[in-house]
């Protein structure tokens, strides 16, 4: 055991500590299970796996607390007393972590879980935040599409260097994850945030596999929400650009009510240029709509933080040393209101 392990407020010292959010999963658990646990206990170090039941409406619970009957010396199970979203539960993973290392991993197997001492290896090296590339991804045409537009729209507008932003597979420094997990920011996108607090961050290539059972959780529109948040937590350049396309318009719109008006002086009103006002109307008020609808997205994260509602609330914890903890007597972090 590393002289450097980390100690929770419980006394218990822990070295790595994998969080595994887990929302209607019932199918796959099993597989998981066969495939992670030899792996961690293959590395020969000390660790904990974490569970997040995320509000599952079917028999994934269940599932989770057999498996802690079966390995309660490094098995943990938080359940959440609803379903808050993927990045709420690894907040909740993050607040209760016990790990020097925390990795986090996708419960439905299409990040193999053969990959964690690949980063375990590069945070030994010093790095406090890895983040991985898929080597070759295995879904929908739709889903390779959506992900090359929002990373290629991600690097032009924010100081995030990501390859891959979709890649659930990454490790954190127990310094980095502290940070995420304090932060009073009511949504945000995790990877990013946590590269922002990196001092040494870097990436590195890992398998991809299909879903091993049940249906992908992120829609097209959940994808279009993600990314949404992660451009307005992380950059201004929206609002920069609305400024800049209504300086313009509003010039070249001056500019052609003079040229209208010189009209109308030197050669007298023209009926024929009153559809060209109409569409020239519709232009603007769809400009004006959306640049309402972006000003909106800002004034929704500032509206969420000010009224600092909660974004889960922990209903149990299955642990060895505690037993079953109340959800009051574990911490809450806030939440929007979708």
Known sequence: MNADMTKDTQGQLVDLSV????????????KLFERLYPVMDALGRSFEVLFVN???????????????????????????SSNAGQHAALIAGFELTRGKFIITLDADLQNPPEEIPAIVAEMDKGFDYVGSIRASRNDKAWRHIASRMMNSLREKITNIHMTDQGCMLRGYSREIVREVAICNESRT????????????????????????????????????QLNFDLMTSFSSMPLRLISLTGIAVSILSFLFVMYLAYRRLFYGPEVEGVFTLFG???????????????????????????????????????QADEGVKSHDETRTSSKPED
């Open 19 to 30: 969080i595994i959010p887990v929302y209607n999963e019932q199918d796959v658990l099993g």
């Open 54 to 80: 995320d509000g599952s409406s079917d028999n994934s619970s269940g599932i989770l607390a057999e498996q802690f009957e079966q390995r309660p010396d490094v098995t943990r199970v938080v359940s959440l």
């Open 189 to 224: 996108f995790i990877p990013a945030l946590a590269y922002l607090y990196a001092a040494r961050p870097t990436e590195i290539t890992v398998a991809h596999e299909e879903r091993a059972a049940g249906k992908s959780k992120y829609s097209l529109l959940k994808l279009i």
């Open 280 to 318: 020239i109307t519709i232009f603007l008020m769809g400009l004006l709509l959306f640049s309402v609808g972006m000003l909106g997205e800002y004034i929704g994260r500032i509206n969420g933080l000010v009224r600092r509602r909660k974004r889960f609330r922990v209903a149990s914890v299955l």
